[in-house]
């Protein structure tokens, strides 16, 4: 059974850091496409990041391009954001997901493996 699980997330303020980890289980996602969504209330689900490792691809949103850093081990199946410059704007919850191939992929519908989430909240 295939597993993300999302930590890292808390309490901060304008302009603090936070790194959110994703640790994989139940497949190996060296081949595979990851990315980092986020969801605040009211609002649809985002793209954040995403990382082809197959494909040596990364891509941001532009609304964090700049801030945001997303890295990982794919030996050993984890995925990291780190944030930098936190604004209010950036509170939600964040989702680690997978897809079970390689191509990289903006779209929410177009990820097969998700995290539970960690939320995030900046306060101004």
């Known amino acids: 059974q295939v597993q993300l699980v999302e930590s890292g997330g808390g309490l901060v303020q304008a302009g603090d850091s936070l790194r959110l980890s994703c640790a994989a289980s139940?497949?190996?996602?060296?081949?595979?496409?990851m990315g980092w969504f986020r969801q605040a209330p009211g609002k649809t689900r985002e793209f954040v990041a995403l990382?082809?490792?197959?494909?040596?691809?990364?891509d941001y949103a532009d609304s964090v391009k700049g801030r945001f850093t997303i890295s990982g081990d794919s030996a050993k199946n984890i995925l990291f954001l780190q944030m930098n410059n936190l604004e209010p704007e950036d509170t939600a919850v964040y989702f680690c997901?997978?897809?079970?191939?390689?191509?990289?992929?903006?779209?929410?519908?177009?990820?097969?493996?998700w995290g539970q989430g960690t939320q995030v909240t900046v306060s101004s």
């Open positions: 990382i082809s490792w197959s494909l040596s691809i990364i």
């Open positions: 139940g497949r190996t996602f060296g081949s595979s496409a």
């Open positions: 997901a997978a897809r079970k191939g390689g191509r990289h992929s903006y779209f929410v519908s177009e990820y097969d493996y």
